[in-house]
């Protein structure tokens, strides 16, 4: 297994190197200077050129790219045009604010998406399964822009219990007030999940509960209690995987989430690092984004094989 | 002195005063505003603030001083610049060149040390000398390209500097309003450090930086020993929130979070008034044009064609669809304005004579005069562009235009404006709609008349050219009494609307949402503004 986790390790340095090149690539094919992050209206051409000149964006873009990434191998991630503060110290803050956020975000869709799909795959077809199929689907289309909205309205305008947006005064703010902040926007970020959870343990168990082996089981009476932890045995290593794609899509999706909160994570830093052609910070962020997603990946296939031997044996044979 | 001690028995010197008064109200809630501003980060806090007019608002003008600012104390008429730490300029009248600032005396940095003429060269380097240590490439970016082209400056005394343009240019007046004076103490001993002077930042200003967490919160504390006993603030505290998002701020504000929001939706101003908040709104020196283009296939090269466009655009219908935020415009600058003039063309809806001009140009019902508009999805001062392209699209199809409309975002339309009209991204582009300020003259009218300011020079992007406009322009450079100036100005107005150079829509009325209880604000017809008159009641 160490052997597999060294060479899923080694799959990050291409990976890496794949996101970094497509995220310059993109920046430059969008229509927009990165420069104009940097040089107000007005300024005088030979300045902006020596500006241009002193942060390097007058090489051509491979250098550029290569000058770059010569840094970041030092762990120099270079500094944000717009903010003039270093990248690291622009996305660390971020990524620890994203992380409180995506934490309760996938408990909840955990929670509830393996709980309503349980039910509904037991209960298939009957009307309690398609009344958890239907709120599933409207959980997977519900735009979350409006639905941060309407619970913004609804609990921070009419009611006054919760706050509107931002996460408290960082420096007086007691875990409870920080826990205020974080109601809604978990909330808002967990639905789009807990919808795609739902639908797919449904799948999975229902699937799960058509093998020959449930059948074995209930024929030797064993009470349904037992059959199901059978059953949730086996359906876990799929489910397992739809998870840390759904914790991966929480940490770099949250982008309108965090957007309509005014929440300072990675989401909120992204967006407004793209809108201004922010390179250095869009390119930081984005790489710390898919390493994340490359290491949840990683979890989530180390705890497959723990969970299922006839994975280890495969990867074994394969190896 | 070691650093720490020094930032300590500095802030210490700074507070005492405060404190001991503190004490004696300390049973007085303080007086805090929370104040949601439109951009998504606290802008740079070292002296040139980056973030457009907005940062310069907030953080600039309330940390530090320039040598001259502009008043904001008056709703009814254009603000003008007035003395700040410089009391009063002349100019060398052979060479028209040399620019003379007397300082003011007694003017003391937040960190207790006194502003004189070697702050005010050092602060000059810090901009445009490489070779100083205290050069600043971020303040130089961000604010630089205002005295760029200085030939020479130094101290005449303690309290005298002499400036040297390159070329008489009476602009220079405005321009160095723009330039903030940091302290070089507190850079000293922060170890040359502007990174933790951004932390610590001190200047001249009527606000103290408390704390700054980047892209959450910056919270000022009142400045007891401003220079300017009229403004030091009634406030205690200040906090500033980046919430770039429009209905979020409405949101905020109607559940108390904060207390001011800059530019809420129109859609929500019904709401927020019934929910008792106050809506606050001014004429500033906005203006949301099309910018025109002039190339050879551009059915705006006729006169007639550019005159159709601005009487064929109903811009009351606009206003009340804006809910009110907005007033007509018949011009670059309001009516009120000093440089407004005496145009003889008058902007108005007038369907049938917008109609007849587009008939004289050889347009008409079966040959409608196909124009292409681009624009932005959103930006700053862009307002609501989308619907309201619709709208002024909707309205010039009445009179005989086809007018299509590319949406790009607000970076690339700028970008865009950096080509010129004839560029090959704007072939088939033939107007530009890009919200504009006048609050200066170089900027608002020169940059964006002139033909020697064709994009990279300057922001004649239509490539607008016209000897009797250029030659004004150059009486207004080299007129440097102010109220000669001004008269000059509006010359050089009445004739580019006597031109119909670009298509006038709407001046912004700069919304702002504020709680009941938040009082003494005075919106002044500018783009800055005095929150030291403020206080919650």
């Given at each position: ?12 340095v ?18 927009g ?9 007005n300024t ?10 002193e ?12 000058l ?13 045009l ?8 622009e996305?660390?803050?971020a990524?620890?604010?994203?992380f409180?956020l ?7 869709s955990?929670f509830?998406?393996i709980l309503f799909g349980s039910l ?13 199929t239907?709120?599933?689907i ?6 979350q822009?409006?639905l941060g909205m ?6 921070a ?6 706050p509107a ?7 007086t ?6 826990l205020q902040?974080?109601?809604?926007p978990t ?19 229902l699937?799960t ?9 209930y ?5 349904t209690?037992r059959v ?7 359906a876990a290593?799929?489910?397992l995987?739809?998870l ?9 999706g949250?982008?309108?989430v ?11 830093l992204l ?6 052609r922010?390179?250095p910070l869009i390119?930081g ?7 994340f997603?490359?290491f ?7 705890l ?8 280890k044996?495969?990867?074994r044979?394969?190896? | ?6 930032l300590k028995a ?6 005492l005063?405060?404190a ?5 109200t ?17 802008p740079?806090?070292?002296?040139q603030a980056?973030?457009g ?5 907030f ?10 600012q502009?008043?904001?104390r008056?709703?009814d ?22 620019w003379?600032f007397?300082l003011r005396k ?5 960190d ?5 003429a070697?702050?005010?060269i050092?602060?000059?380097d ?16 961000a ?7 200085l ?5 005449v ?10 070329k008489?240019d009476s ?21 040359g ?9 001190s ?18 504390v009142?400045?007891?020993?401003y220079?300017?006993?009229?403004r ?21 504000l109607?559940?108390g979070?904060v ?8 859609d929500?101003v019904?709401?927020l008034?019934a929910?008792g908040k106050q809506?606050i ?11 025109i283009s002039y190339?050879?296939?551009?059915p ?8 159709a ?6 811009r009351d219908?606009?206003?009340q ?5 907005a ?7 309001d ?10 063309f008058e902007?108005k809806?007038d369907?049938?004579?917008?109609k007849?001009?587009?008939?004289a ?9 196909k ?6 999805q ?6 609501q ?5 619709e709208?002024?699209?909707?309205s ?12 790009i975002?607000?970076?690339?339309l ?7 009209a ?9 107007g ?9 003259p170089?900027f ?11 994009p990279?020079?300057g ?6 050219s ?7 322009i150059t ?27 670009w298509?006038?829509v709407?001046?912004d009325l700069?919304?702002?949402g ?5 009082k003494g604000?005075?919106p002044?017809?500018n ?11």
């Amino acid at each position: 297994m160490l052997r597999f986790a060294f060479k899923r390790l080694l799959y990050v340095v291409p990976v890496a190197l794949g996101v970094t090149v497509i995220c310059f690539a993109l920046v430059y094919c969008a229509p927009g200077d990165p420069a104009s992050a940097l040089i107000p209206d007005n300024t005088p051409p030979a300045m902006a050129a020596q500006i241009r000149a002193e942060y390097g964006l007058d090489r051509p873009i491979p250098v550029q790219y290569l000058l770059w990434l010569s840094h970041v191998v030092v762990g120099d991630f270079g500094t944000s045009l717009s903010t003039q503060r270093s990248v690291v110290s622009e996305v660390v803050p971020a990524v620890l604010n994203t992380f409180k956020l995506a934490c309760g975000a996938i408990a909840l869709s955990c929670f509830f998406g393996i709980l309503f799909g349980s039910l509904a795959a037991f209960r298939g077809g009957r009307p309690s399964d398609r009344a958890i199929t239907a709120v599933g689907i409207t959980g997977m289309s519900i735009p979350q822009y409006w639905l941060g909205m309407v619970l913004i309205v609804i609990f921070a305008v009419n009611f006054g219990i919760l706050p509107a947006t931002g996460m408290g005064d960082p420096s007086t703010a007691t875990t409870g007030e920080l826990l205020q902040h974080l109601i809604l926007p978990t909330l808002t970020l967990a639905v789009v999940p807990t919808g795609i959870i739902t639908r797919s343990v449904r799948s999975t168990v229902l699937e799960t509960l058509q093998q020959e082996f449930v059948v074995a089981l209930y024929a030797r009476g064993l009470p349904t209690r037992r059959v199901v932890l059978h059953v949730a045995k086996s359906a876990a290593p799929p489910l397992l995987a739809i998870l840390g794609l759904q914790f991966g899509y929480i940490l770099g999706g949250s982008i309108l989430v965090e957007t309509v909160f005014t929440w300072p994570g990675t989401g909120y830093l992204l967006n407004n690092a793209i809108f201004m052609r922010d390179l250095p910070l869009i390119q930081g962020t984005v790489l710390v984004l898919a390493m994340f997603f490359v290491f949840i990946n990683l979890v989530v296939d180390l705890l497959q094989m723990l969970l299922d031997p006839r994975l280890k044996r495969s990867r074994r044979q394969g190896d | 002195m070691h650093r720490r001690s020094f930032l300590k028995a500095s802030a210490a010197a700074a507070l005492l005063p405060m404190a001991a008064s503190t004490t004696a109200t300390a049973a007085q809630k303080q007086q805090v505003l929370r104040l949601a501003m439109t951009l998504s980060d606290i802008p740079l806090t070292t002296g040139q603030a980056t973030g457009g007019a907005e940062g310069i608002r907030f953080i600039g003008n309330s940390l530090y001083d320039g040598l001259f600012q502009w008043e904001l104390r008056h709703r009814d008429r254009t603000s003008k610049l007035i003395p700040s730490l410089a009391e009063s300029y002349t100019i060398d009248p052979e060479t028209k060149t040399t620019w003379t600032f007397r300082l003011r005396k007694g003017v003391k940095f937040h960190d207790g040390s006194e502003f004189t003429a070697d702050a005010v060269i050092w602060n000059i380097d810090k901009l445009l000398n490489r070779k100083a240590p205290q050069f600043d490439p971020a303040q130089n970016a961000a604010g630089g390209f205002f005295i760029a082209d200085l030939k020479s400056y130094r101290k005449v005394d303690d309290y005298t500097v002499a400036l040297t343009t390159a070329k008489p240019d009476s602009m220079f007046f405005y321009r160095i309003s723009y330039i903030m004076m940091s302290s070089p103490d507190r850079w000293k001993a922060l170890g040359g450090d502007w990174r933790k002077f951004a932390q610590h930042p001190s200047g001249t200003g009527p606000w103290i930086l408390d704390s700054l967490v980047p892209h959450q919160r910056a919270e000022l504390v009142r400045n007891p020993h401003y220079w300017d006993p009229s403004r030091v603030p009634k406030l205690d505290r200040l906090i500033l929130f980046p919430m770039p998002d429009a209905t979020t701020r409405a949101s905020a504000l109607l559940a108390g979070q904060v207390d001011w929001i800059e530019a809420p939706p129109p859609d929500t101003v019904p709401r927020l008034r019934a929910a008792g908040k106050q809506i606050i709104t001014n004429v500033y020196p906005h203006i949301w044009p099309y910018f025109i283009s002039y190339t050879k296939d551009s059915p705006f090269s006729d006169i007639r064609v550019r005159k159709a466009a601005n009487l064929g655009i109903d811009r009351d219908g606009l206003v009340q669809f804006l809910g009110g935020l907005a007033k007509p415009a018949v011009g670059s600058v309001d009516v009120s304005s000093p440089w407004f003039g005496k145009p003889t063309f008058e902007i108005k809806h007038d369907p049938a004579q917008a109609k007849a001009l587009l008939a004289a140009a050889g347009y008409g019902p079966n040959k409608p005069c196909k124009v292409k508009f681009l624009t932005s999805q959103a930006g700053s001062g862009q307002m609501q562009p989308v619907p309201m392209n619709e709208f002024v699209q909707e309205s010039l199809k009445d009179v005989g235009f086809d007018v299509s409309i590319e949406v790009i975002d607000w970076e690339a339309l700028r970008a865009r404006r950096g080509d010129r009209a004839d560029g090959p991204e704007n072939k088939g582009i033939y107007g530009l709609n890009n919200s504009w300020s006048t609050q200066d003259p170089d900027f608002g009218l020169l940059s964006v008349i002139s033909s020697k300011r064709f994009p990279p020079a300057g922001n004649n992007w239509g490539l607008y050219s016209d000897p009797a406009a250029d030659a004004i322009i150059t009486r207004v450079v080299n007129e440097f009494d102010p109220d000669k100036r001004d008269g000059i100005l509006a010359e050089l107005h009445q004739h580019v609307v006597d031109q119909s150079m670009w298509i006038w829509v709407v001046h912004d009325l700069n919304p702002r949402g504020l709680a009941p209880d938040v009082k003494g604000f005075v919106p002044p017809r500018n783009w800055f503004v005095d929150l030291t008159t403020v206080y919650i009641a």
